[in-house]
């Protein structure tokens, strides 16, 4: 690379991807103008940075950091770079917007979340991912379900024995 603008966007975006926690790499047609800022800033409000890069550069600066993306990284790529497990967020947010959008000038092409790389069809499965909440949710769920129900049958035996009782006296008082 000769150019030093080729370089300086090379060694910004080896630090982006080195600093990253995931991110999806989209296949990126001809989009209009308006499509180009509402994907951005739905993408943006959710957290995510969005960047189109040249093909060449982003197989350089990737090189290092996950090598097995390097099959998806064909034609015009975007780059949803997020942290720590934001590319589920992203992913979501674009295939709401690829299915909205009468033949979608994008597509999930691959991913990395949290160190594991996503190409192909797996890259669509992406968006069916939980997110940390949901996984934490669901564990608190299952752990907190058995002693819940417990706390129920116990409950219930001592409350029907308290009925009981209470329907023995009613019934001598009358």
């Known amino acids: 690379m000769p150019n030093i603008v ?10 982006a991807f ?4 995931s991110c999806v790499v989209v296949e990126h047609g001809a989009v209009g103008p308006k499509q180009d800022i509402d994907i ?4 943006r409000d959710a957290g995510v940075h969005y960047r189109l890069v040249r093909t060449r550069i982003a197989q350089r600066a990737l090189q290092g950091v996950s090598p ?11 780059f949803a770079i997020a942290k720590e497990e934001g590319a589920i967020k992203a992913a979501k947010i674009l295939r709401e917007w690829i299915k909205k959008t009468k033949d ?25 991912l939980p997110d940390r909440d949901t996984v934490r949710t669901q564990l608190a769920t299952a752990v907190s379900g058995p002693a819940r129900s417990l706390a129920c ?3 219930a035996v001592a409350g029907g024995l308290a009925r009981c009782i209470q329907a023995r006296i009613d019934k001598e008082s009358a």
């Open 18 to 21: 080195q600093e990253m926690g």
């Open 104 to 128: 979608a000038p994008i597509a999930i092409k691959a991913g990395v979340v949290e160190g594991t790389v996503y190409a192909g069809k797996d890259a669509a499965m992406i968006a069916d």
């Open 40 to 43: 951005r800033t739905q993408l």
């Open 68 to 78: 097995g993306l390097g099959d998806a990284l064909q034609g015009r790529c975007g």
């Open 153 to 155: 049958v116990v409950s």
């Open 6 to 15: 080729n370089e300086a966007l090379l060694r910004d975006l080896e630090q």
